[in-house]
């Protein structure tokens, strides 16, 4: 399993609507991307407009080939890329170890 970070920054006070969008995103688009297992949305709470997506993917190509030269890709940024104040930054991760 691949683990995908994306580092997002928003404007300055579009929390509200962009935690709508981004879970909008997440439920119509994300969730049909071939090898997408799960994913997470957490928000900062020293800087407020910076958010930290990750999804996990079954394989570095379902991501890197799959989705992002895919369809989906645009209609999940037509949905969220409004609201970025520039670029995520986009890492992927192999898992080293894992607590039970």
């Given at each position: 399993?691949?683990?995908?970070?994306?580092?997002?920054?928003?404007?300055?006070?579009?929390?509200?609507?962009?935690?709508?969008?981004?879970?909008?995103?997440?439920?119509?688009?994300?969730?049909?991307?071939?090898g997408?297992?799960?994913?997470?949305?957490?928000?900062?709470?020293?800087?407020?407009?910076?958010?930290?997506l990750?999804?996990?993917?079954?394989?570095?190509?379902?991501?890197?080939?799959?989705?992002?030269?895919?369809?989906?890709?645009?209609?999940?940024?037509?949905?969220v890329?409004?609201?970025?104040?520039?670029?995520?930054?986009?890492e992927?991760?192999?898992?080293?170890?894992?607590?039970?």
């Open positions: 399993m691949i683990l995908e970070i994306a580092d997002i920054r928003i404007a300055p006070g579009q929390q509200a609507a962009f935690d709508e969008a981004i879970q909008r995103g997440l439920a119509t688009v994300i969730s049909r991307a071939q997408m297992q799960g994913y997470k949305v957490n928000k900062c709470i020293e800087s407020p407009e910076r958010y930290i990750q999804i996990f993917w079954a394989k570095l190509e379902d991501h890197t080939v799959a989705f992002r030269q895919g369809p989906l890709f645009a209609e999940w940024r037509a949905i890329g409004p609201f970025f104040a520039a670029p995520p930054l986009v992927h991760f192999d898992l080293l170890v894992k607590s039970d």
